[in-house]
């Protein structure tokens, strides 16, 4: 078994390396290893001395909030010479360094893996100058190496997302948010370039979850006249009534010869063929800043505690793997494969197969590319043609994202010729005859408002109004239901479908969109709202981590969820919280007696805060404000206690990148259901959601049968197997303090 292993980050920065850094550090460290960091990637690496550092539990310590890494990381040529490998090599072997963890793109990984394959012939060559390492070869016959994807431009094979890519996004996707409020005052048109030199999907996913008006990424081909058609489109939708045109633009897009495109030409053949002023915005390096998502924190501590698990637990195994995350499941896969594959999209896009390399893209790149083409259009591609109307209803509480939802899903029906009904808050809409209109040019920019614009209620009431609602269904030619809500919305849509025997009119199809910040939905891994809810709680408890000061605090912040403990689970292991109080496993006072005490020992070996996270019902008796008296009580004045109730501030906001784009492909694909059910008779009632990564769905009915009624929620819960971490990565742990450490190194003898 290995007993030392050593981090690094390597090529482009990006936000979350530090919280990958930080759970490698630390669960290696619970699993008895000794930890090496090496700092300035590759380049630190060969020169070996102070930039081999050993770690400790509190080196890592308030990283995990911060963007770019702390070990810093730079581009070497040097290790991209056999010498230069042979000395990094020979650090390696200097301080027995049996496994070494890279966090990086492309580049960073190949280095990696030259690294294994070549290490025989260097520890042989540096046994035969140096025969007293020999034991230490004898000992490390091959060198263990684990690759984390670190990249925002996603475009890395063996992983859905790398670590950077979401926050990347959320900075694109706010920056075309506030472009577009200034081009609609003005009525003008902004060109948007992103990063992304082979990989289109930080353009696309911008595109998508903005409703910008035009999109041009390296993964698209264009034809000879590209930007005829490109400038019909916008003046098209100029002219129908649209404020303000987007064109977002990768920055490896390339004309149809091959040559790359500058964003300053789009904006020139704008300004020319349009007549009007255009703005161009580079975005730059905005994009790799700042503090890490909640879903980067969340990767990166699943993903540094996968890597870490499997170079203990398989020892005699040969790793060169890379550890990624598909269908929302942990995987790894060797290098050479994850190294060929993204090349592979590389050269296909060179070659022009553009329908190949979208292919290799995955899923979830193509059903969003198909989103954008068919979105862009500056009007349906066809005209209502008296096929009827579907309504759509938001219900429950309000949730970031569902206007996303809303407007994806009216957008797909009305390219197909059906008009859109919108239901004023949910049922009373349908019961009185109430709707907003859904037109084209207008939900483009629904994309990024928070809650919902045609209003939500809890209708139970109203829903008693059967006769009045099936009245309307036949005045208003309804030919189906799209509801995007809560479970109450699931279980009213599964009342009124029950009323079918009395009602006749109600024998239509119904697709039911999962929105809801607690995440408690049957059939879906994640309901549209919730990752805006944990980024709202993650955001405040960074903000209470920035009062450590001089006074000892522990602080308890109560969150959301109902019965469902996903956002305090979640936050507690993205913000970096202690502990989290959960319904699914209650609160016991065998726990809370071990908690006190565990709480004083922290506090005695030096933490300044400590942060519990309480989940708003995780017990009916001891509640947020008795646990504060009860650890005050304790205390005995050595340290303060705060609770914070974070309340509705979870719920507001416009929604992240994450909700919209899981809004699009949810809603899209309930959508296009809908218009299947409806072209074929039927009056099946479906849940969607999105399951292991793709969108699925499943009779009502049986969705509902997935729900322990009576705590509401899933009775499997995907998350419950991540709640070990939170503990295994927390802070304040005091047994920390007697982690094994590290030795000095040994001095390198050159
Ligand atoms: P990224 O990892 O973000 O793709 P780079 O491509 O710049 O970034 O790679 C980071 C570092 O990885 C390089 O500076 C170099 O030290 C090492 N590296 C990249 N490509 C190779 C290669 N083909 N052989 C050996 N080392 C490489």
């Given at each position: 078994?290995i007993?030392?292993?050593?981090v690094m980050?390597?090529g ?5 390396m ?6 490698v550090v ?10 090496y960091?090496i700092y ?5 690496l060969?020169r070996g001395?102070?930039l ?5 539990w509190?080196d890592?310590?308030?990283v995990l909030?911060r963007?770019?890494?702390?070990l810093?990381t730079a ?6 010479t056999?010498?230069g490998?042979?000395?990094?090599v020979?650090n390696?072997?200097?301080?027995g360094?049996?496994?070494?963890v890279?966090i990086g ?6 280095g990696a893996?030259l690294?294994s ?7 042989e060559k540096?046994?035969t ?7 230490m070869?004898e000992?490390t ?15 890395l094979?063996?992983?859905d ?5 979401d926050t990347a996004l959320?900075?694109?996707?706010r920056?075309?948010d506030?472009l ?12 948007l370039?992103t990063?992304g030199?082979n ?7 911008g ?7 035009w999109m041009l990424i390296?993964e698209?081909s ?7 058609r490109?400038v019909?489109c916008?003046d098209k939708a ?7 045109q987007?064109?977002?633009?990768a920055?490896?897009?390339?004309h149809?010869d091959?040559?790359?495109?500058e ?9 020319e ?8 915005t580079?975005l730059?390096h905005?994009q790799?800043?700042?503090?890490p998502?909640a879903?980067?924190?969340?990767l990166?501590a ?7 698990d499997?170079?203990?637990d ?5 790793h060169c793997?890379?550890?990624g995350?598909?269908?929302?499941r942990v995987?790894?896969t060797?290098?050479?494969?994850v190294?060929e594959?993204?090349r592979e999209i590389q050269?296909?896009?060179e070659?022009g ?6 292919e290799?893209?995955?899923e979830a790149f193509?059903t969003?590319l198909?989103l954008?083409e068919a979105?862009?259009a500056?009007?349906p591609s066809?005209?209502?043609a ?5 309504v759509?209803m938001?219900?429950?509480a309000?949730?970031p994202g569902?206007?996303a939802?809303?407007s994806?899903?009216a ?6 010729g059906?008009?859109v009904l919108?239901?004023k808050?949910e049922f009373?809409?349908l019961?009185?005859?109430d ?13 990024g408002?928070?809650?919902s614009d045609?209003?939500?209620?809890r209708?139970?009431q109203v829903l ?6 099936a009245?309307?269904?036949a005045?208003?030619d ?8 809560g479970l109450d ?5 599964q009342?009124?479908a029950?009323?079918?025997?009395d009602f006749?009119?109600f024998n239509?199809?119904m697709v039911l ?5 607690d995440?408690?939905?049957p059939g ?7 990752d805006?809810?944990l ?5 405040a408890v960074?903000?209470?981590?920035d009062?450590?000061?001089?006074t000892?605090?522990a602080?308890i912040v109560?969150t959301m969820g109902k019965e ?5 689970a979640m936050?507690?292991l993205?913000?970096?919280a202690?502990k989290?109080?959960l319904?699914?496993t ?6 809370l007696n ?8 922290s506090f005695?070996?030096g ?5 519990y996270m309480?989940?708003e019902d995780?017990?009916?008796h001891y ?5 504060r008296r ?5 205390s005995?004045d050595e340290?303060e206690?705060?609770?914070?109730v ?11 990148a ?5 809004a699009?492909?949810?809603?899209a694909?309930?959508?296009?259901a809908l218009?299947?059910?409806m072209k074929?008779g ?9 399951k ?5 769905s499943s009779?009502?009915s049986?969705?509902?049968d997935q729900?322990?009624?009576l705590h509401g929620?899933p009775?499997?819960?995907w ?8 503990h295994s990565l927390?802070?304040?742990r005091p047994c920390c303090?007697?982690m094994?450490?590290v030795e000095?190194p040994?001095?390198?003898a050159?």
């Amino acid at each position: 078994m290995i007993k030392t292993l050593a981090v690094m980050t390597s090529g482009g920065d990006s936000s979350g390396m530090n919280a990958a850094v930080r759970a490698v550090v630390r669960r290696a460290l619970d699993r008895g290893l000794r930890v090496y960091g090496i700092y300035s990637g590759y380049d630190g690496l060969l020169r070996g001395g102070d930039l081999i550092k050993p770690l400790n539990w509190q080196d890592v310590g308030n990283v995990l909030q911060r963007g770019g890494t702390f070990l810093g990381t730079a581009r070497s040529e040097q290790f991209k010479t056999v010498e230069g490998r042979r000395r990094a090599v020979e650090n390696l072997l200097d301080r027995g360094i049996e496994a070494l963890v890279v966090i990086g793109g492309d580049g960073s990984l190949t280095g990696a893996l030259l690294l294994s394959n070549e290490w025989h012939e260097h520890v042989e060559k540096i046994a035969t100058v140096r025969p007293e390492l020999r034991p230490m070869v004898e000992q490390t016959p091959k060198l263990q190496v684990m690759g984390l994807p670190g990249s925002i431009d996603n475009d890395l094979s063996g992983t859905d997302m790398a670590i950077g890519v979401d926050t990347a996004l959320n900075h694109i996707v706010r920056a075309i948010d506030h472009l577009s409020s200034t081009a609609a005052s003005h009525q003008r048109t902004f060109v948007l370039e992103t990063m992304g030199r082979n990989c289109g999907y930080l353009a696309l996913a911008g595109t998508l979850a903005t409703g910008a008006s035009w999109m041009l990424i390296p993964e698209c081909s264009l034809e000879l006249h590209w930007h005829q058609r490109m400038v019909e489109c916008l003046d098209k939708a100029r002219k129908t009534g649209r404020r303000h045109q987007m064109v977002v633009i990768a920055e490896g897009a390339r004309h149809p010869d091959g040559l790359r495109m500058e964003a300053g030409e789009v904006r020139k053949i704008l300004t020319e063929k349009l007549g009007i002023e255009v703005r161009l915005t580079v975005l730059g390096h905005v994009q790799r800043g700042g503090p890490p998502s909640a879903f980067d924190r969340v990767l990166s501590a699943r993903l540094g505690v996968a890597a870490v698990d499997r170079l203990v637990d398989e020892p005699d195994v040969v790793h060169c793997h890379m550890v990624g995350v598909k269908k929302n499941r942990v995987v790894s896969t060797p290098l050479t494969e994850v190294i060929e594959k993204s090349r592979e999209i590389q050269r296909l896009i060179e070659s022009g197969d553009f329908s190949k390399a979208r292919e290799l893209r995955g899923e979830a790149f193509g059903t969003m590319l198909e989103l954008v083409e068919a979105l862009t259009a500056p009007c349906p591609s066809q005209e209502s043609a008296g096929r009827g109307s579907v309504v759509i209803m938001t219900g429950g509480a309000d949730s970031p994202g569902m206007n996303a939802a809303l407007s994806i899903a009216a957008r797909r029906l009305l390219d197909c010729g059906v008009s859109v009904l919108g239901s004023k808050d949910e049922f009373y809409g349908l019961t009185h005859g109430d709707f907003v209109n859904l037109e084209w040019n207008d939900l483009a920019g629904w994309m990024g408002r928070p809650s919902s614009d045609i209003g939500t209620a809890r209708s139970s009431q109203v829903l008693e109004d059967f006769g009045k609602i099936a009245e309307n269904i036949a005045k208003f030619d309804i030919k189906g239901i799209i509801a995007i809500g809560g479970l109450d919305t699931y279980r009213h849509v599964q009342r009124f479908a029950q009323m079918r025997a009395d009602f006749p009119e109600f024998n239509i199809p119904m697709v039911l969109v999962p929105a809801c910040i607690d995440n408690n939905l049957p059939g879906s891994d994640l309901c549209i709202g919730s990752d805006t809810a944990l980024n709202n709680i993650v955001e405040a408890v960074d903000k209470i981590r920035d009062t450590a000061g001089a006074t000892r605090r522990a602080f308890i912040v109560e969150t959301m969820g109902k019965e469902c403990g996903f956002l305090a689970a979640m936050a507690a292991l993205a913000a970096g919280a202690d502990k989290a109080y959960l319904p699914e496993t209650g609160i016991s006072l065998a726990e809370l007696n071990k908690d006190v005490s565990e709480l004083k020992k922290s506090f005695e070996s030096g933490n300044r805060m400590v942060i519990y996270m309480r989940n708003e019902d995780a017990s009916r008796h001891y509640t947020t404000d008795f646990l504060r008296r009860l650890l005050e009580e304790e205390s005995k004045d050595e340290f303060e206690v705060r609770s914070v109730v974070l309340g509705h501030v979870q719920r507001g906001g416009s929604p992240t990148a994450f909700d919209r784009i899981l809004a699009g492909r949810i809603s899209a694909g309930a959508a296009g259901a809908l218009l299947e059910l409806m072209k074929n008779g039927s009056s099946e009632v479906l849940a969607f959601g999105l399951k292991d990564g793709a969108v699925a769905s499943s009779p009502l009915s049986e969705a509902l049968d997935q729900i322990d009624a009576l705590h509401g929620r899933p009775k499997v819960q995907w998350f419950m197997d991540l709640i070990p971490f939170i503990h295994s990565l927390a802070k304040s742990r005091p047994c920390c303090r007697e982690m094994p450490g590290v030795e000095e190194p040994r001095p390198i003898a050159r």
